[in-house]
């Protein structure tokens, strides 16, 4: 296997379509990413067409890993929130294919969203994931503290309600 890349993701009709495969495969499997089974592939492509514009205009970072070529995992780090949280940024959208999961990717996207949270003066990000099916092992293995649950706060990709368990994380500056 080649070595995964990370980079932000600009608006193209290649990274819109690979986003929505993602996406789409996510859901399908029991994702919980706010999008009902069966996605249609139009609303995935609606949904990364505004993410993608919104980071054009510096509201938010969409990164990507990529294995050579193929857009394999993404998360979106989003930088656009009220005046009075400057120094907050929060984490969302965090996707794996099936076919490259465990292997280290989410862990290392995470690590770079907090990396450029860091370079963009965010000193605290905050998450959620859902209680069933979620990536709480992930978030509490990369220093995540769980803040608390919300019970029935959404429902899952297949129907039936879940949970939702908010994260937080202080982030420092690395000693130069």
Known sequence: MMAISIRPLASSPDII?????????????????SFMHPLPVELASAFWTGSLAAADRGERIVLGALDGERLVATVTLLLDL??????????????TRLSHRHRGIASALLREAERIAIARGRTLLVLDTAVDEGASWLYERAGYQLAGIIPDYALMPHGGLTGTMVYWKRLMAEAG
């Open 82 to 95: 009220p005046p009075n949280q400057p120094h907050r940024g929060e984490i969302a959208k965090m996707m």
């Open 17 to 33: 379509a690979a986003l929505s495969e993602i996406l789409v495969e996510t859901v399908a499997n029991g994702g919980s990413v």
